[in-house]
Nanobody, 126 residues
Framework: QVLLVESGGGLVQAGDSLRLSCAASGITFDKTPMGWFRQAPGKERDFVAAVNWSGGQTRYADSVQGRFTISRDNEKNEVYLQMSNLKPEDTAVYYC???????????????????WGQGTQVTVSS
């Protein structure tokens, strides 16, 4: 059974930083492209960042480019999202996702992911 568990969310002020973590089990993690998505109330789930299975390729949404960094530790079966200079519009539930695509690429489409975590709330106050 695949399990993705996010942690690290919370309430912060605008300009603060936060690091999200996602622990994976039940998958061959070092052959799994990983991604982060977010969903604000009343909105669709949006792509945030993605990393290929070797960690050498990353992709970001324009809205977070330069502020967020995705990384992974294949020894620990974890993926991270370092968020800096947070803005109120970053407020959302953040989801970790794993893809079964058998290619070493960063996947940006939600439909490219088969496995999802339960989400962690990030709230940024102004």
């Amino acid at each position: 059974q695949v399990l993705l568990v996010e942690s690290g969310g919370g309430l912060v002020q605008a300009g603060d930083s936060l690091r999200l973590s996602c622990a994976a089990s039940g998958i061959t993690f070092d052959k799994t492209p990983m991604g982060w998505f977010r969903q604000a109330p009343g909105k669709e789930r949006d792509f945030v960042a993605a990393v290929n299975w070797s960690g050498g390729q990353t992709r970001y949404a324009d809205s977070v480019q330069g502020r967020f960094t995705i990384s992974r530790d294949n020894e620990k079966n974890e993926v991270y999202l370092q968020m800096s200079n947070l803005k109120p519009e970053d407020t959302a539930v953040y989801y970790c996702a794993g893809s079964e695509i058998p290619v070493n690429v960063a996947v940006i489409r939600p439909s490219g992911y088969e496995h999802w975590g339960q989400g962690t709330q990030v709230t940024v106050s102004s």
